[in-house]
């Protein structure tokens, strides 16, 4: 499986601040997603980040709280905007493991706090 | 869309005992299912999965089965450790090739 490194590992962010987080493989991935993880909660998808193209948001989330950029096949961001107290969750990054096959695998995600 | 319900939400378990988690799906379109286990404070790792041509699925003391035509399908661990404690998570690939995750259920096994 590849090797996914997310940064930062953790951040503490004041109300009305944003936070990009990075998420960089070590080989080329066709299927990129971004997932958030509340305290306690399951995992819930806000979107996949398309090469070369806009992201493709899930429904309850959108592009002006969570502008995702992907440059390239290596490469994804997500910036968390305006936070509020109730976007502190782990943010995950993940990687389809093959064509369609379904097989995810997951950085190790930002914890973000604000307050 | 694709709905995953997953139960129980924990489970608490004696050292060596088995364990058995469930989950249904909506979306009789669905073929994957993998498991994932994360303990506490770390990312979820794939454990096990399924795909819909088979009913069953093994690996050492772990083992997946799905009934299609229930659209259910369960993760089995046997003879549990105090390491198998974690939260575990069922997911179900939809139409689109997104992964729907459970809600997770929070497994101890008491030593």
């Known amino acids: 499986s590849a090797v996914i490194s997310q940064k930062p590992s953790r951040d503490i962010c004041q109300r009305g601040t944003s936070l990009t987080i990075q998420c960089q493989v070590d080989?080329?991935?066709?299927?990129m997603f971004w997932y958030r993880q509340q305290p306690g909660q399951s995992l819930t998808l806000i979107a996949t980040a398309n090469q070369g193209s806009e992201a493709t948001y899930e429904s309850g989330f959108v592009i002006d709280k969570f502008p995702i950029s992907r440059p390239n096949l290596t490469f994804s961001t997500l910036t968390v905007s305006n936070m509020s107290p109730e976007d502190s969750s782990i943010y995950l990054c993940?990687?389809?493991?093959?064509?369609?096959?379904?097989?995810?695998?997951f950085g190790e995600g930002s914890r973000l706090t604000v307050l | 869309g694709e709905n995953v319900e997953q139960h129980p939400s924990t489970l608490s378990v004696q050292e060596g005992d088995s364990a058995v988690i469930k989950c249904t799906y909506s979306?009789?379109?669905?073929?994957?299912f993998p498991w994932y286990k994360q303990e506490l404070g770390k990312r979820p790792q794939l454990i096990i999965d399924?795909?819909?041509?088979?009913g069953e699925k093994k690996d050492q003391r772990i083992a997946v089965t799905l009934n299609k035509t229930a659209k259910h399908f369960s993760l089995h661990i046997t003879e549990t450790q105090p390491e198998d404690s974690a939260v575990y998570f069922c997911a179900a690939l939809d139409s689109s090739y997104k992964l729907i995750f459970g809600s997770g259920t929070r497994l101890l096994v008491r030593p």
């Open positions: 979306d009789s379109a669905s073929n994957y």
């Open positions: 080989s080329q991935v066709t299927m």
């Open positions: 399924i795909r819909s041509n088979v």
């Open positions: 993940s990687v389809g493991g093959g064509e369609n096959t379904g097989e995810l695998f």
